[in-house]
């Protein structure tokens, strides 16, 4: 009689715990890389978030609400990617952040949009807000907003006639190859060689001997981290001369770490980089990030911290828990610093969940990147 | 040239895994499925030289080096392929696909799934050669490469312990009852294989970067390599090699990069279809 009556008190107890501490979170589904070709994107990504996370829990959560961050590693692969994006919804996911590879995004995008979850990610390829999906929305520039910013360098900057383009063929690589070929033609440089490589290719020695056959004014160069830093050490081996330029990921610091000497002189135009200390909150977030993760961070931890605060604010904005309305909230948006600090830089939304913010050029200076000019939004 | 050259360099590197791969089939009659990882693994003995020990880059090799013949020569000999194989050669082929996967993801476990920078033997520079710039990288990288393949083979046709592997490797009972320590002989070809893969590892990180699936590609593209040049003959896995290393740069720069993957693979149907010897090999026999 005594256990009998100890064990319902128990259960009591327990299950009143249990409904108080799911009423005091909210939780985010974290759906990246975290092993695989795009780790180390992944990985950035989810340490941006845990700081913000951390910050947002510090300042009381958002609506009075602890975030409880639940992480899921896609291994890089689109359809576990899926899978996971369901798993998250089905644990209760408030919103889902991540993925980066636009190719899982592709494709995990549509169950977000079926439960209508909002889905912060950092994939770059332009056709992921082209699908019409209300509920997805960028933490950086599509390669149709990042890679047009480069024009006026190649033409006026580097005075190119002909140039030439090496990328990965992904979904990422793709819609920059293809943006940047337009761009090439309407600003009437020509094209003169195109070099794609595969993902996760080790071997970039008859990529480089092509390029260097061609012998552009300068190589756009647009591929993934490990892919960048690869391409780098063997166009070092080759003395390949002319300016290597990209768009984001040539100039990380994983990039730069991997390459050594091989990422001196690459040039990248960045949506936002750690390196951009004048800009106070970057300065900040760059501080913390190393002094928690003994590393720099990379843009991929600043768009997955953006991605978390971004959550809190227009949460907050709408007032209430709600996928749909949050979603409605997004489109058309504009976030001021002034008003919402931990947003970083000033920072639009549009209808199709594009974004557009001030960015930067960088350049490779004795191993690190420096900020060697800034882009308007565009 | 520059392209003919990368494919040699490359292809050298593939020869010597491919080289492993006979060597162990001689002595074992298995295909080592784990050879690829044999070659991811040493890059990261050498990292961990450097990074937990503070140990010189040449230290750091040389440590590599002797934990590659403990571990993947003699470890692998005694703890894998001794009680294994009197099961079966299928058994034991099961076992390496098993030990390949437990490598991997020890290094994964270990040193996460990021890539990791690997310095390179050779100080980034060119050479003028008939006046087309070549990479001393790649030229280094082919003549270390070559020498060692040489030296391997004037050792085991000029050498007493040499001809005993090759007796060994060709007739087990008929060696030991002629004399020779044929336990002490498959030995020394474990010992050697490893060896190579340590030094395969050394040359090509550098390019590939030290990461836990390296050995996925190398492996497939030296097992193909060996059949192509025939897998019982080290001559023959050099050929393999050198062929499969020249013929992907040049898909890859003239033809197509799309379908460069594919190529190793058509080679192999084609190989397997008209010579299935391979290009070097015998059809009967086996020799090291």
Redesign the interface.
Known sequence: MYRALLLSLSTALLMTAGAASAQETVKLGMVAE???AG??AG?NWRDGIKIAVEEINAEGGILQKKIELTEYDTQTDPQVSRALVQKAIDGGAYVILGTIYSGSTLVNMLVAQQNSVPQFVGSEAPNIVEKGNPFVFRTSSGAQKGVPALTPYFKDTLKAKKVAVAWV?NEFGKGGRNVFIEEMKNAGIEVIAD????Q?Q??Y???V??L??ANPDAVFVYMNQ?ES??FL??G????LAMPLVGEVTLTEA?VI??????AEGAIAHVGVTATATDVPGIGAFSKKFEETFKRKPTHDAIKGYVGAWTTKYVTELVGEFDGEAFSEKMHGLCLKVADHPKILLDTCWDDRGEMSRPSFMVQVKNGAPVVIGTVPAN | MQVLLSGLATGSIYALVAIGFTLVWQAAQTVNFAQGEFVMLPAFFVLAGVSFFGLPLWAALLLGLVASIVVLGILFKKLIVEPILPHGGITLIIATMALGILLKESVKEFYSAEAQPFASLVQSAHVDVLGAVLSLQDLVNLAISLTIVVLLTLFLNRTRTGRCMQATAQNPAVAEILGVNVKRMILYTFIINAALAALASFLITPIYLAKFSNGETLGLIAFIAAIVGGFNQIRGALVGGLLIGVLDNLTAAYVTAEYRAALPLVLLIAIILLRPQGIMGTSEGRTV
Do not use: F
Request: glycine share 8%; proline share 5%; no cysteine.
């Open positions: 975290l092993s695989g780790a180390p990985t063929n070099v794609p490589s595969e996760a080790t071997d020695a008859a990529d001997a092509k260097k056959q490990e830093a690869r050490i063997e070092k081996k080759q003395s994983k770490e991997l390459a050594g000497g091989a």
